[in-house]
């Protein structure tokens, strides 16, 4: 049973514009969320990360919400740039097993148009 | 963060036979694991490779199978034995450095198996 979704499997997007990646999870106890991203060949990269106690965290041009009654989550990449195509994975934990055990999605595809 | 060496970064191999792929770390870690990803799937956590004691172990995967070795904190190898199509994967070493939650991986090795 998938805990973490990811519903949309690709998503291409303008340059400049702003890339919206979602993420839905099933497990209540989730507390902790991150976002991946990889290139190809290559293994997925940290990007960013929130606990459940914010409802949204910002590092530059990349910012996170999450809304806990919805138990949804969002990646917001604005401008979206070449470089920031990519697969994007969303990955949540239960509380004190933190990265010891992480539950992924499927991943959606970021295509950014120069 | 810490620096994952992994090989070999691709193999093709043939149906019965066996496998090990080995991750080299740059800094002692306590925590190592390893990860699938099939076609299409999500990263799956095979097991926690454990120094000086036998791996822990995800539901649905077994020792005889998936066996693991970790002399020491900064190397680990995964056997991937007996194998057959549907182990056709990218497999991922990855570790928790002790001062973070973060989970960072090594490159994958993409296994087709013919």
């Known amino acids: 049973d998938q805990q973490v979704k990811q519903n949309s499997p690709s998503l291409s997007v303008q340059e400049g514009r702003i890339s919206i990646l979602n993420c839905d999870y099933t497990n209540s106890m989730f507390d902790y969320f991150l976002w991946y991203k990889k290139y190809p060949a290559e293994g997925p990269t940290f990007l960013i990360s929130i606990s459940s106690i914010k409802d949204k965290n910002e590092d530059g041009r990349f910012t996170v919400f999450l809304n806990k009654s919805a138990k949804h989550l969002s990646l917001h990449i604005v401008p979206s740039q070449p470089g920031d195509s990519a697969v994007y994975f969303c990955?949540?934990?239960?509380?004190?097993?933190?990265?010891?055990?992480?539950?992924f999605g499927t991943g959606t595809r970021l295509t950014v148009i120069p | 963060s810490a620096v994952i060496s992994q090989k070999p970064s691709r193999d093709i191999c043939q149906r019965g036979t066996s496998l090990t792929i080995q991750c080299q770390v740059d800094?002692?870690?306590?925590?190592m694991f390893w990860y699938r990803q099939q076609p299409g799937q999500s990263l799956t956590l095979i097991a926690t490779?454990?120094?000086?004691?036998?791996?822990?172990?995800e539901s649905g995967f077994v020792i005889d199978k998936f066996p693991i070795s970790r002399p020491n904190l900064t190397f680990s190898t995964l056997t991937v034995s007996n194998m057959s199509p549907e182990d056709s994967s990218i497999y991922l070493c990855?570790?928790?450095?002790?001062?973070?939650?973060?989970?960072?991986f090594g490159s994958g090795t993409q296994l087709s198996v013919l």
């Open positions: 800094s002692q870690v306590t925590m």
């Open positions: 990955a949540a934990s239960e509380p004190w097993t933190g990265a010891n055990n992480l539950f």
């Open positions: 990855s570790v928790v450095e002790d001062t973070n939650e973060k989970l960072f």
């Open positions: 490779a454990n120094q000086g004691s036998e791996a822990t172990y």
